[in-house]
């Protein structure tokens, strides 16, 4: 039998354009690379600002294959790549930005560098959504802060993509967690070990209210804006405010006159500039412990979207054209 050169792939080619499902080039592995055939991939919110051409910073120009994260099985490996054979599950965050083709598509060729072994308790729709927002909760709590036992940590948005990650992170590595959220997202913290606060409370009552006024040792920011000028706020003295998406202008003095820290995260950096990738191979490799010991779980929308549905399923990412705003992240199943 001849092996297919080509693949089935969703381009969008036109800013706010729709994707257009049709045959592209099959990717071959070069040296350091594995081609995966996908089985799922991963969304997010900065998938629908490449399609809109609103993420200049995100250096992916159109018509592209968008989508960053993936779960597949290897098909075939380049030189040089002993991690990895054939048949072997993996995940990993590995495109979609910086004119590296996304998950959108049958295959992808993948750094070696920015994949892990799946966890085995995982479904690939659950491993799919999980690369991007475990790599930046993880550099923002044990890269930056080295979160630690004993520590009280805030995370603002606990029932997002990232912030649900931060809230299990942060849990398995012995902090005391709180996180902010809204209407039924507070339940859902809860069930993950950490203390729910209405994210419509006022600061001052929150923080008296569960640090005796102290403020939180660290705060993690996944809002951005007014949320980040509140953690300013809600930190303790000598405490770590970070932020993935602290990227407009803020007073510092609230944090100045507790003799704070600030930390940003910008996960993209390892992908746009080739610099620190094996690293975001370690990271999964962690989260595949964490995930397989029952640590963590990934908070996955159980709607089903194909690659002909993936105009429907960002529609359910941002709520849009009657569709259901996502709960958890969602996944798109690749045949």
């Known amino acids: ?31 350091g690379e594995v081609l995966v055939r996908v089985a799922a991939a991963g969304t997010n919110p900065l998938d629908t600002k490449i399609r809109a051409g609103e993420a200049a ?8 294959v968008l989508g960053m994260d993936l779960a597949g099985v290897v098909e075939a490996v380049g030189a040089g790549v002993d991690a990895f054979a054939p048949g072997d599950e993996v995940y990993g965050f590995t495109g979609g930005v910086g004119g590296m083709q996304g998950s959108l598509a049958q295959f992808v060729s993948a750094d070696a560098r920015l994949l892990a072994h799946k966890p085995a308790n995982l479904s690939m729709r659950e491993a799919a959504v999980l690369p991007l927002v ?31 990650v931060a809230v299990q992170i942060a849990l398995a590595r012995g902090a005391k967690v709180f996180a902010t959220a809204f209407g039924e997202d507070l339940a859902y913290v809860r069930s993950l070990g950490a203390v729910p606060i209405d994210a419509t409370c006022d600061i001052a009552s929150y923080v008296a209210e569960h640090t005796a006024g102290k403020g939180f040792d660290v705060v993690y920011d996944t809002l951005g804006g007014n949320v980040l000028d509140a953690s300013f706020k809600a930190v303790a003295r000598f405490g770590h405010v970070v932020s993935c998406l602290g990227w407009g202008t803020h007073a510092l003095a609230p944090l100045s006159f507790k003799q ?10 390892a992908l746009l500039a080739d610099e620190g990738r094996a690293h975001y191979g370690e990271i999964l490799a962690a989260a595949t412990q964490l995930a397989e010991s029952g640590q963590l779980l990934p908070r996955l929308d159980p709607r089903i979207f194909a690659l002909t549905e993936a105009d429907a399923a960002y529609d359910a990412v941002l709520g849009r054209n009657g569709a259901q705003r996502q709960k958890g992240k969602i996944a798109i199943s690749i045949a």
């Not at 704070?260 to 950096?269: A, E, I, P, Q």
Request: proline share 6%; hydrophobic share 40%; glycine share 16%.
């Open 1 to 31: 039998m001849i092996a297919s050169t080509s693949m089935l792939a969703a381009l969008v080619e036109t800013n706010g354009g729709p994707f257009t499902v049709r045959e592209i080039a099959k990717p071959v592995p070069r040296a």
């Open 57 to 64: 910073h995100a250096r992916h120009p159109l018509p592209a």
């Open 134 to 164: 475990v790599i930046t909760a993880w550099e923002g709590l044990v890269d930056r802060v080295g979160i630690r036992e004993g520590q009280t940590v805030l995370v603002q948005g606990g029932g997002g993509g990232v912030g649900h």
């Open 260 to 269: 704070g820290t600030y930390s940003g995260v910008f996960t993209l950096h």
